[in-house]
């Protein structure tokens, strides 16, 4: 072993040990392994940050502003309230939550398609009385067996196909994962569908900022246009369509009040409705059933094209200028630029026009305007701001553009019209183009630690090539080898990936054991598209921890599971996904 050699693998094993530790967050782990790189001279300075402009990184960004977009145009829920009544036992709604996620995953990155899911999951769970802890750990699961399904799915596939390009000179297609990931994922999904059972019983999620802010009697004004699903139905047939979860307080038809209106009273064109509800069920109403609020003819005026139009929660100050006033009475929208789009009361329900109610101190208010001007704006009128948590009221639309783009760049790049980094960065833009995000939004989407740790181990991991580690590595698993069948060699490499990734980070370890299983596969002579399938599989199937993906990771609290309820469900998954994804390998990738 060299002494470049040496440094290359104390550098591997020192990330190793901080990510296990735990004291440090991983990309801060990366940076530091980086920079020790340099320092040490196996990463040459002139090349220490090249990672970041690398096709993977761009890849990953970009798939999750399209996981987002997708999310916030409330086309999945509006399709899964369609079949909710229908699931009616809990191992038919595991059925679908965990399909419908993992198909989605194979689209767009898993962690997104498992973010969409989660809220439905809960409506199901409130609507049935099921506990959320029985969904979402098996949705977690779906999510990563989905993303083995194509190149796009999770970021190790993206990363094998990279490896493949340096070797042979063609990366993987965007499909070549499809026929071994179908297999493996529609296996998975029949055991999760029964094998949910494994898991304990009871779980309850810790409560969120959201819960504790919960504010369950705001009333919103909308209208209902000539484009509105509702027109010519039902009042009960609009409460059927938001799942109970929002109520109409009254309908006002040509300045005409009708209070509590009867289940069977039909809603008509140009109707004003009082909505009662939750802020996030008032707007998934709102924009499944088609209606307008009534304020948003006003549009709120913004100062640069950078500007954003936003909503805040703040609370009516003892001493504000709002108390014994109306919207109307003050002028809110002519004088400060703000729509008032909803009210909350304690313990009191309004029938009246919002722009009439009389506003009161301690009266819970939601305004719509500009987001930079909003602070300025409650200081002037005397509110006090809640503790920040985001609302969506007033500011989502019912929208297909982010599935059409989303569908145009699956084509695109099925038939090799653009590269994959072009094709999704180029959807991304338009997403934020067209408004399915906003700028804000798209920052905050992507998720920057995972960036900043694939720009940086990129380069740490090639050191373990350039310094001849990988094929030191796999000398010796090729001695190990000798004596194993070539079945036994795949199964090797499969089960170091998957042990891996639990202290590694999946990205991080195909980094690492992609060019080590490529080695080791041209050492014992067979071809290497085998082993780095092997190597993408293991790495894409951490289901033994919470902490080895997000996925796992972001099911945790919501489903009130511990570190040790992940084995149970997922030991049981890992073999499955041995057993029947070697073959699979062999019998589409053959290893001579």
């Given amino acids: ?46 090349k220490a940050f090249e990672g970041f402009s690398d096709d993977i990184v761009i890849i990953v960004a970009s ?61 199901i769970a409130r609507r ?24 796009v ?18 990366p993987f297609g965007m499909f070549d994962f499809t026929p071994v990931g179908i297999g493996i994922a529609l296996a998975g999904v029949v055991f999760l569908a029964f094998g949910y059972r494994l898991l304990p019983q009871g779980r309850k999620g810790a409560a969120s900022l959201d819960a504790a802010l919960d504010i369950k009697d705001y009333v919103t004004e909308a209208r209902v246009t000539a484009e509105s699903d509702v027109v010519g139905q039902t009042v009960a ?78 609370i009516v100050g003892p001493n504000s200028v709002l108390t014994g006033l109306s919207a109307e009475r003050i002028g809110l929208y002519e004088r400060f630029g703000v729509n008032l789009i909803a009210v909350s009361r304690s313990g009191e329900r309004f029938k009246e026009r919002l722009r009439t109610i009389t506003l009161r101190a301690g009266d819970v208010i939601v305004l719509q305007g500009n987001l930079k001007r909003l602070p300025d704006t409650l200081r002037d009128l005397g509110c006090l701001p809640l503790a920040e948590r985001e609302i969506r009221l ?36 338009l997403l934020v183009l067209f408004g399915s995000l906003s700028l804000r939004e798209a920052y905050e989407t992507i998720e920057w630690p995972i960036i900043v740790m694939l720009g940086a181990l990129i380069p740490v991991s090639e050191s373990i090539r350039t310094t001849g580690g990988t094929d030191l590595i796999a000398g010796w698993l090729s001695s190990a080898a000798n004596m194993l069948p070539p079945t036994g060699a795949l199964v090797l ?72 309820d992940y084995w149970r469900l997922g030991l049981p998954l890992s073999i499955l996904v041995v057993v029947i994804g070697i073959p699979l390998i062999m019998l589409f990738w053959p290893l001579n």
């Fill in 237 to 314: 047939d609009l409460h059927k369509l938001a799942d109970g979860q929002v109520k109409v307080a009254s309908i006002i038809r040509n300045e005409t009040r009708s209070s509590s209106p009867l289940p069977d009273a039909t809603i008509r064109e140009n109707d004003v409705l009082m909505l009662e509800g939750e802020s996030d069920a008032l707007e998934s109403a709102v924009v499944r059933a088609g209606l307008k609020l009534s304020r948003e003819h006003h549009q709120p005026e913004t100062d640069e094209a950078t500007d954003e139009i936003g909503a805040i929660e703040a």
């Fill in 128 to 151: 049935t009385n099921t506990p959320p802890s029985s969904f979402l750990m098996p949705m977690a699961f779906g999510s990563l067996l989905g993303g083995i399904v194509t190149l």
């Fill in 1 to 46: 072993m060299t002494h470049q050699q040496m440094l290359s693998f104390a550098i591997v094993a020192g990330m190793m040990a901080l990510f296990v530790w735990g004291r440090f967050r991983y990309d801060l782990v990366a940076v530091l392994s980086l920079l020790a790189a340099v320092l040490v001279g196996i990463v040459p300075a002139d």
């Fill in 394 to 429: 007033g500011s989502a639309r019912r929208s297909l553009m982010p599935a059409a783009i989303l569908a145009i760049t699956m084509v695109i790049v099925a038939f090799n019209i653009l590269p994959v980094a072009i094709a999704f960065f180029g959807a991304g833009v």
């Fill in 153 to 170: 799915g999770t970021s190790p596939n993206i990363i094998v196909s990279r490896v493949r390009e340096e070797l042979v000179g063609q």
């Fill in 493 to 564: 490499i499969m089960v170091a990936a998957m042990a891996v990734t639990p202290f590694l980070n999946n990205a991080a370890t195909v980094l690492v054991m992609a060019p080590i299983a490529a080695s080791f596969a041209t050492q014992l002579g067979f071809r290497p598209d085998a082993f780095l399938m092997a190597v993408a599989i293991g790495a894409a199937c951490d289901f033994l921890t919470p902490i080895g993906h997000q996925c796992n990771t972001l099911v945790m609290g919501p489903g009130g599971y511990r570190f040790g």
């Fill in 63 to 123: 798939a999750l502003l399209v996981s987002a977009a997708v999310a916030k145009s409330g086309i999945l829920e509006a399709g899964l309230n369609r079949v909710g009544p229908y699931l009616r036992t809990t191992q038919i709604q595991i059925v679908v939550l965990v399909g419908v996620v993992t198909v989605l995953s194979a689209f767009v990155k898993n962690i997104g398609a498992l973010a969409m899911m989660i809220p439905v999951a809960f409506q």
